[in-house]
DNA sequence: GCACTTCTGGATCGATCGGTCCGCAATTGG
DNA sequence: CCAATTGCGGACCGATCGATCCAGAAGTGC
């Protein structure tokens, strides 16, 4: 059902679906799930509706193809975060990610996962559950790692490394809506400075 | 054209406005501006779409309205935080109004304006104007109480006030993300409180 | 050149969107 | 009791949504 590459008869498709996908992946980044029309998409795909819907299967499964790209490409940072060596790199590398790639150049400001997951249909939900989903999994990464820096001393015993986790995504999160409002990369490269300059934070469970 | 209550010739009509406000800002509120059709809308406020209409004028306006009454009510902690005696309580009353608007039991979590504004097509501009509006007027309030402190002495001279606001503003939309995504009242309250120990942040341009 | 496969643009579908219109019900002042 | 005014429910409007269908163009293998 993916790429085969073995018996391409037939007429060859006439544009680059990758390159027609990063401009989907745009669009969705820029005006969330359901404030992307399939006009929108593509006139910025440059492709007819019939090309879409053959070679990406509709609207719901371009967007899952589109997610799949932004999370492996601009929004990277969460998994490279991780394999840093000290939790306290880890927050770094993991909060100078957020702000790089919520304020990219060429690229629509803020986060896609935020953009199209704060609506509400009832199509919607489907979309909601995927996002949340896709936030979950950075949040489990995150607890993880912070985890192991409990068990090895890296971090104060009586840290909660799920609270701790939550901590570093809520600034993560006020980073993205922060960008998506317009505010400049500089002045929020300072805020994580800020933040940072305070590590660990105490956040222990009463 | 506001409340006219001299002469009420004619058919009173049959529900409360103030209750049928309340009901549909809750409704922008979990789906946002165009998440919410009318018909979601209507059913909610328990009245028909020809009484929205005359009472309300349009969609938009019935927002605007319930924009207010947001911001009046379940989001008027802005307002109450820059009169504290203290740069230091100013952030607090803040962040924890925050907290608690976004976790209030019996309304949606998370925040409207980010809700309603994170999105949209073509005609969801002038809503996303409206609450770009309404934010700046926070963030403004937010950095002319601090300008005083500053000036005041009661924050080190080398604070730069604007970016101060916007760290403030950044936790805090943090904090709404999360509530929206599920996080307990509880673990925002131990953030908000890990982030208010360590005030203020050195937050000077460089 | 022919048979076959695949891609593509345009017309079209039913559903839903926000908004309007009309006829009737209900209430008040005389 | 009657006339005037206003509220209300339901039918209806054009526009737009995502999705489908079809005829024809553009390729490939024999």
């Keep these: 059902m993916a790429t085969q590459k073995s018996a391409p008869v037939g007429r060859p498709r006439g544009f680059d679906a990758d390159e027609a996908l ?8 820029q005006n969330g799930y ?5 006009p929108d998409l593509l006139t910025a795909m440059g492709i007819s509706r019939t090309s879409m819907y053959a070679t990406f299967g509709n609207k719901e499964e371009l967007f899952r193809k589109a997610l799949a790209r932004y999370a492996d490409g601009p929004a990277s940072y969460g998994a490279e975060a991780v394999v840093e060596p000290t939790a306290r790199e880890v927050a770094t590398v993991f909060l100078h990610g957020a702000v790089r790639s919520a304020t ?40 993880k790692r912070f985890q192991r820096a409990v068990d090895e001393g890296d971090l104060p015993a009586e840290t909660d490394p799920a609270l701790l986790a939550r901590y570093v995504m809520t600034v993560g999160n006020g980073i993205a809506v922060q960008a998506a409002g317009g505010a400049p990369r500089d002045d929020l490269q ?17």
């Design 104 to 143: 990219l150049p060429g690229y629509p400001t803020g986060c896609l996962s935020l953009r199209a997951s704060l609506i509400g249909g009832e199509d919607g939900q489907i979309i909601r559950g995927l996002l949340a989903d896709w936030r979950d999994e950075t949040s489990t990464m995150l607890r």
């Design 34 to 38: 359901e404030g992307a029309s399939l």
């Design 190 to 206: 300072l805020i994580t400075d800020a933040v940072l300059q305070s590590w660990p934070p105490a956040l222990a469970r009463p």
């Design 22 to 29: 990063e401009k989907a992946m745009r669009v969705f980044w």
